[in-house]
T-cell receptor
Framework: DTEVTQTPKHLVMGMTNKKSLKCEQH?????MYWYKQKAKKPPELMFV???????INESVPSRFSPECPNSSLLNLHLHALQPEDSALYLC???????????????FGEGSRLTVL | QKEVEQNSGPLSVPEGAIASLNCTYS??????FFWYRQYSGKSPELIMS????GDKEDGRFTAQLNKASQYVSLLIRDSQPSDSATYLC??????????FGPGTRLSVLP
């Protein structure tokens, strides 16, 4: 069983809808991530939160808005999306780096988003 | 541009054989290396992490790291049809910056 849980598992939305993806981890990790993955491509980093502060934003369009309410929760708010935003959205978490070595990255099961 | 490269495959091996998956990376400062398995339609699952030069074994899996050659590999012994998946190599040089390779699709034939 994954210790990173994501809801919903599937989401269909229109281009004018507002929806949110949710992620929760119970591993005590202080870094949480959003990745986007298209078919037959590797995960593509969108955002990283470290100690509840946004540390990396990979020039993601403003129609994606991340939020980290506390160290265990991560949300991704979606508004005015385009059909090309349809993808698998993956949440992940990791431990802090120690002496230059990064912690392992653990993924949730993902939320499959379809934009009509 | 930091890059991680893998052969896209498909790599086909017969059941019971050794599957060898390779990964090269461009950032010489990279310190942490990971292999993930991803079944079609599912999320990536961590198989192994490796931080030091040499071999690291876990069950049927062996990761090999050679920092001088900037090369990481994953060997799967006694391959099973259930090992058929895409294998992603990921590299990290510090902090939260994980760079993923394009993945190698492995097919284990019964």
């Amino acid at each position: 069983d994954t210790e990173v849980t994501q809801t919903p598992k599937h989401l269909v939305m229109g281009m004018t809808n507002k929806k949110s993806l949710k992620c929760e981890q119970h591993m005590g990790h202080r870094a949480m991530y959003w990745y986007k993955q298209k078919a037959k491509k590797p995960p593509e980093l969108m955002f990283v939160y470290s100690y509840e502060k946004l540390s990396i934003n990979e020039s993601v369009p403003s129609r994606f808005s991340p939020e980290c309410p506390n160290s265990s929760l991560l949300n991704l708010h979606l508004h005015a999306l385009q059909p090309e935003d349809s993808a698998l959205y993956l949440c992940a978490s990791s431990q802090e780096s120690v002496q230059g070595y990064s912690g392992e990255l653990f993924f949730g099961e993902g939320s499959r988003l379809t934009v009509l | 541009q930091k890059e991680v490269e893998q052969n896209s495959g498909p790599l086909s091996v017969p059941e019971g054989a050794i599957a060898s998956l390779n990964c090269t990376y461009s950032d010489r400062g990279s310190q942490s290396f990971f292999w993930y398995r991803q079944y079609s339609g599912k999320s990536p699952e961590l198989i192994m992490s490796i931080y030091s030069n040499g071999d690291k074994e876990d069950g049927r899996f062996t990761a090999q790291l050679n920092k001088a050659s900037q090369y990481v590999s994953l060997l799967i012994r006694d391959s099973q049809p259930s090992d058929s998946a895409t294998y992603l190599c990921a590299v990290n040089n510090y902090g939260q910056n994980f760079v993923f390779g394009p993945g190698t699709r492995l097919s284990v034939l019964p």
